[in-house]
């Protein structure tokens, strides 16, 4: 009697559950870096919000911030898509070049001067090329989004010139490229994750890192002591949307293109969001940095050629490693942006 009730108590459950077409699960995880602090992990929300609203619920994402499906070791998370672990990610592009080489393209030193630069490589055929490539990786990419235009700073003096970063130890990002860079410059960089940087920034292990501005504000970076900073735009991470492989083939193509649209439409918002206040002509967010007690140093022309130049046998280096014409595709399009 007992027995029969539950059997009866638990079908109803099956059949009370949201009907699912064949072959969808119930929830599919997507993967950031940041959370909803950041336009980042904002990028993430609006992206499942529209993909449940145009898919009238069918397809269902919870947003997995930290990189917590691979520990918080963002350097796995390409590798986590691939395999499954993660069915949808939004990730940069410097946490993926680890297993995807074109994709130190965009931390070559130098090479972007503004967002435009950005633009006329995503936009573009560069953008292209390297969608095929992830595909080559069995990774469907939907979209481009943004994490910024990196800038440096520290707890110890202001930066003008690769000199003042003499000995300075810094917290750097998971591609070896980024500790050829920093070593060229003088600086003693030193790998770790996200999660392990701002610990390490409080404790005054490391005197500095490097990130978008809309980063080092939302993480609050003034308070474990970055006072200086240095806008030189030295290079600029676009994050991408991407889907893992089967996953995306047990959709149906409608739903397909509802997730792709929806996708297009959070990175198009998120580039938006990333780029707010930070330009002469929209300099709000910069005010508010400096109002909480950081001196912002904005390097002459010759400055930032000093760092141009201590950096160019890194950008030769890796400008062969990534291949040589996606490099010369990349400054040609630059160039006529
Ligand atoms: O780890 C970083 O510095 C971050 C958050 O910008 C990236 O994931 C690339």
């Known amino acids: 009697m007992m027995l029969r009730k539950l059997v009866i108590s638990m079908m109803a459950l099956v059949f009370a559950a949201p009907a699912l077409a064949d072959g969808y699960r119930a929830e599919y995880r997507l993967s950031t870096v940041l959370n909803t602090a950041f336009p980042w992990g904002q990028a993430g929300e609006r992206w499942a919000e529209l993909v449940r609203e145009k898919t009238q619920g069918r397809i269902n994402i919870k947003l997995y911030p930290g990189t917590s499906l691979v520990g918080g070791d963002q350097t796995r ?22 297993q995807v080489k074109e994709l130190n393209l965009f931390s070559l030193p130098f090479l972007m001067p503004d967002a435009k630069a950005l ?7 560069v953008g292209r090329d390297l969608f095929k490539v ?4 069995d990774v469907v990419p939907l979209a481009w989004g943004e994490n910024g235009a990196r800038e440096i700073s520290n707890s110890k003096r202001p930066i003008h010139t690769p000199a003042d970063m003499k000995g300075m130890k810094f917290r750097v990002v998971g591609s070896p490229l980024f500790l050829d860079t920093f070593s060229a410059l003088g ?12 610990p390490a920034l409080a404790s005054g292990a490391v005197d500095g890192q490097e990130n978008p501005l809309a980063v080092f504000s939302a993480a609050k970076l003034h308070t474990v002591g970055q006072k200086h900073l240095t806008l030189w735009h030295y290079v600029s991470d676009p994050l991408i949307f991407v889907v893992n492989k ?12 509802a997730v792709r649209q929806a996708a297009i439409q959070a990175g198009r918002e998120n580039v938006e969001k990333a ?7 929209d300099p709000a967010l910069l005010k508010q940095i400096e109002a909480s007690g950081v001196a912002i140093v904005t390097p002459s022309a010759a400055e930032r050629q000093a760092f141009v130049a201590a950096t160019q046998p890194v950008y030769d280096k890796w400008a062969k490693a990534i291949g040589g014409d996606l490099v010369k595709k990349a400054e040609a399009a630059i160039a006529k942006r």
């Open 77 to 98: 998370e390409f590798t986590a898509i691939r395999q499954g672990v993660i069915d949808l990610a939004i990730g940069s592009t410097i946490n993926w070049s680890p």
């Open 187 to 198: 600086a003693n960089p030193t790998q770790m994750s996200w999660a392990d940087a701002q």
């Open 134 to 137: 992830i595909e080559r990786n």
């Open 119 to 125: 633009d006329a490589l995503t936009q573009g055929e």
């Open 275 to 281: 780029r707010k206040g930070i330009t002469p002509a």
């Open 246 to 257: 089967d996953v995306w083939a047990s959709w149906s193509p409608a739903d397909r293109e």
